[in-house]
């Protein structure tokens, strides 16, 4: 999509660097990706600067499903 961003949550700084490195490899410009700590992220919903939630099947949202609910953030996920 473009001028889409991914925002990931990312605790260790080796991890984002192989983030976009790969990235880097696929040519997506490290602009689109925005890294964050989870403590922040109910921020962001409250003022609705994402459009959707995308919750990853090896790793369910959990309570943050909860938060995606609760912000009127619409989260696309798969059963299982």
């Known amino acids: 999509v ?3 961003v991914l925002w990931i949550l990312c605790k260790f700084e080796s ?3 192989n983030i976009l490195k790969l990235a880097e490899l696929h040519k997506i410009s ?3 990706f925005i890294f964050y700590e989870e403590a922040i ?3 962001h919903w409250q003022h609705r600067l994402a ?3 995308l919750d990853n ?3 369910t949202s959990g ?3 909860f938060f ?3 912000a009127g953030l619409p989260m696309l996920t798969i059963l299982g």
Do not use: G, M
């Open 41 to 43: 992220l109910t921020k």
């Open 68 to 70: 995606c609910a609760w």
């Open 30 to 32: 490290k602009d689109r």
């Open 15 to 17: 991890a984002k660097k």
């Open 2 to 4: 473009p001028e889409s």
């Open 57 to 59: 099947f090896s790793h």
């Open 63 to 65: 309570t943050l499903s």
């Open 51 to 53: 459009d959707l939630f």
